[in-house]
């Protein structure tokens, strides 16, 4: 038996306890191992952390990117040290199976070193002047204080991506994790930290959803970024947007793979169950309806329920486990109420794996069924994918686009011309060929359309990084005068 971490908020340089009430995280796959213990955040640690925040930022922006940049490339090299133990602690808190877990790292290791090799990338541009004696030239300048809100799905990952930029272009943050991967969260910062992060430019603080949202209310804040759910996100978008803040949403998704009929079935099958059931489905790029165009429905159906069947499930730290447990019992319970909703609209249960006793188990599992369906519609966060039925790539294309998201989406075929077609007309922020609709690389821009996300400047990427953190100023140098 593990014992139970105790946790505290990191503000104003110190490591400091909660003032609110305790909370836990626990193992999903054994919820009576508590991973963690803490007080939670409440208003006045708020007010601390956003004071400490706007008091040190104006010295690390004086430090300069290429100081900063030498930040991220120790904690690079810090998190990549410790990648085992990082790992390890993932699969205790969130579920992921031990090898996705240590993927994770390795990216959220790749992401930081990215970022701090873009402090040597040009700053500004020149411009021509209609004046011989001057010059016009922009330069970067950080927003100032940055709230950052991130999920458990990628609870090392998806806050490599923002902080990274949000710190190398001189900002300090405020940063609010999720509650289920709080001891995550604490191992990263200790991280920044250790690198050289200073006191007030990154604040931690451990608290339910209703602490996001007082600290997206902050006028301090010039710029907030969150990955989480529409409603909060749309929620987020009311408060930050009016008062001429920027803001930086990546929401909900609900990914369509279209297999054309010379596709090899075997290969779209094994791309489309990682896509739809690794990381126990946990992801807003998984592919949730599988469209099977004309003569590839029977072929296509018959190679995924063969591997849905076959997939193991168990504990994340049992070798040979491909699926883990969901996050919670709570998680676990929506999605299967939503599998049992399908059926009872009318989807087709055509393969379930078998799964462990526990509460956050859910049996990774394939439907057959229509546009129609609830399923089919709303986003639903686990190892569940319905197939549909086309009669052809305009059909299946309109299918793929008749949800409100767009974040994801893939196509499977060899036919050069249907490519073309479904990269002009799929409703995606990103278009995989022959590919998991999952999975993206550091250095590429990452978002989506509708209500996958806000039209703002993309994650991950380092100019959109760079866009997102900064605001521009155009500075008009006169280099001489010319004497009367």
Known sequence: MDHALSLQHFVAGRWVPGDGPVAQSADPADPAQIVAEYRTAGPELLDEAVRAAVAAQPEWDRRGTIARGLVLRRAAELLAQRAESVAALMTREQGKTLAESRGEVAASVETLHYHAGRARSADGVLYPSGNPDEVVRTVRRPLGVVGVITPWNFPVQIPAWKLAPALLWGNAVVWK?????????????EILIEAGVPGGVLNLLLAPGSLGAELVERPELSGVTFTGSVPVGRAIQAAV???GAKVQLELGGHSAAIVLPDADPAEAAAALVTASMSGAGQKCTAARRIIAVGDAYDRLVDELSARVKGLVVGPGTTPGVEIGPLVSARAAEEVEGAIQQAVDEG???LARADRPEGSAFVAPTLLAGTPELTISQEEVFGPVATVLRAADLDEAIRLANGT???????VFTDDERAVRKCLR?????IVKVNA????????APFGGLKDSS????????GESAAEFFTWTKTAYLRTSQEKS
């Open 436 to 443: 998991p609709n999952t999975g993206s690389e550091v250095h």
């Open 347 to 349: 989807a087709t249960v």
């Open 425 to 429: 007309d799929l409703d995606a922020g």
């Open 454 to 461: 806000f039209p703002a400047p993309r994650e991950q990427n």
């Open 177 to 189: 994790p999720a509650s289920d991967t709080v001891a995550l969260a604490v191992a990263f910062a």
């Open 404 to 410: 409100r998201f767009g974040l994801t989406a893939a």
């Open 241 to 243: 947007v009016p008062r």
